[in-house]
């Protein structure tokens, strides 16, 4: 018998998986009356915020979510939670400064998160440096990085492997491969992990999707060959876009060098209880079944399940849902024009985006979103490849692109950001969510006072703006 060496698992059903699979519309109301029993699982983590799950709580569920993370906090006594963090983007979707960034981290530390997965839709280190150094001043506070997982001619080891050794130069605490496309196959998985398992000493986790349908066996020989951790989702709320299932996942393992050592019969009790959520999801469509099935169009374009959603939604708003093999076609072209990112949030948005236009309009370029621009002109950071220096030309003119971190541009924010927003201030945490998103916070700010003063909610801006389940 080879030496035990358990894999531990992070449990994604309170953030990734309903995020996945039902645009993260699952209430903190469904998720407190489990809580006690997760706790009593043995988790290395439960994975509860972050993502998406922060702009869904104010713009559709009308929830504070400083608060559901308070009130998870209270409930998992003995179970670390984490959330997800886009590196100088925060949960946002643009660069802020410094001083926002390291007053996020504190406050999510405060409130209950003890380990912060930092990524970058780049890959550009320089972007994570800020929220690394946070995360070390809090006590307690685990910062793991996390590189976005993608296919081309220049992610090969070594350049995995350099990644890895500078993140542990960082004073990371872990790393995390992160397959948001489920593209990493299982033999592949093989080589990378140990790869990085003999460049650096920091523990690694993987996360990784199973839209592509390999996902199972792909967890199955990263631990194999050494990965630490890794993410699952139970089994409700498993499979199609989110997570392998955590119950099979542990299953597979038991009797092995790798037993996570997790109870099945208590895992079952977890997914018992998801299991009516789920279906109750199902009748009213808030659980599209294609979600659940193998997307192999994944592997072929390279296209995260979420961003095949976004273009469906894209060109049905412009009635020509017919050019949907054409914008998949030209996916990978934009991608290459623009440095051959990964394709996460938010690089996923640009390029697909501007591949749909440049279908719909019948010309490549024809029209240039300023995302696409601030991308070209080093404002997301550096790309893995050089960008198309013709596009480039055509879209900044005679600006010159940046190399230095983005950041660096970036005055202090958070004293401006507070008297804008001084007359909703209700908790320190407030100025962040307006940070972050401030017409859909204001919307909520004005949302929470009109229940408080008992004014009727449905008349107040939030609601007319519209929240669909």
Request: with cysteine; net charge negative.
């Amino acid at each position: 018998m080879a030496e035990k060496k358990p894999v531990k698992i992070t449990e994604t059903v309170l953030r990734d998986a309903h995020q996945s699979l039902i645009a993260t519309r699952m209430p903190t109301s469904e998720m407190l009356p489990i809580v006690e029993k997760m706790d009593q699982i043995g988790y290395n983590a439960v994975e509860v915020w972050g993502g998406a799950t922060f702009d869904s709580c104010l713009r559709f569920l009308k929830e504070d979510p400083w608060e559901r993370l308070r009130k998870l906090k209270d409930g998992f006594k003995n179970t670390k939670l984490q959330m997800l963090f886009r590196g100088q983007n925060i949960l946002g979707y643009r660069p802020y400064a410094d001083d926002v960034v390291e007053y996020f981290v504190q406050k999510s530390v405060a409130n209950g998160i003890d380990i912060i997965r930092i990524f970058d839709c780049l890959n550009d280190l320089r972007n994570l440096e800020t929220c690394v150094k946070a995360a070390k001043k809090e006590a307690g506070a685990e910062a793991q990085v996390a590189l976005s997982y993608t296919l081309g001619d220049s992610y090969t080891l070594e350049y995995w492997t350099k990644k890895a050794k500078a993140i542990e130069e960082m004073g990371a605490d872990s790393i995390c491969i992160k397959d948001m496309a489920g593209l990493l196959l299982p033999y592949t998985a093989t080589e990378l992990v140990k790869a990085m398992k003999e460049t650096t000493s920091l523990p690694i986790e993987l996360h990784t999707h199973y839209t592509s349908g390999v996902a199972s066996m792909t967890c199955m020989k990263a631990v194999e060959a050494g990965v630490d951790i890794i993410d699952t989702a139970i089994s409700p709320f498993a499979l199609g876009t989110s997570q392998p299932a955590t119950e099979v996942m542990v299953e597979t393992f038991k009797g092995t060098p790798y037993d996570t050592g997790l109870s099945v019969r208590k895992l079952l009790e977890v997914a018992n209880y998801f299991r009516p959520y789920r279906d109750e999801c199902l009748k009213n469509g808030l659980l599209n079944p294609t979600n659940l099935g193998v997307n192999i169009r994944t592997l072929v374009y390279q296209v995260p399940g979420g961003m095949l959603s976004n273009l469906t939604s894209q060109l049905a708003q412009q009635h020509a849902e017919d050019k949907f093999y054409d914008v998949l076609e030209e996916v990978p072209r934009v991608r290459a024009d623009l440095g051959n990112p990964p394709l996460v949030t938010p690089s996923s948005q640009i390029v697909g985006t501007q591949a749909v236009l440049n279908v719909v309009l019948g010309e490549r370029y024809k029209m240039i979103t300023k995302e696409t621009k601030d991308l070209l002109a080093g404002k997301y950071g550096e790309t893995t490849d050089p960008v198309n220096k013709e596009l480039q030309k055509k879209a900044l003119g005679d600006e010159e692109p940046i190399t230095y971190r983005p950041a660096d541009d970036l005055a202090p924010e958070l004293d401006t950001l507070r008297n804008e927003m001084a007359a909703y201030n209700q908790q320190d945490e407030d100025v962040l969510s307006y940070a972050l998103f401030p017409q859909v916070a204001t919307e909520f700010f004005k949302y929470r006072d009109a229940q408080q003063t008992g004014i009727d909610a449905t008349k107040s801006d939030a609601e007319t703006k519209s929240y669909p389940v």
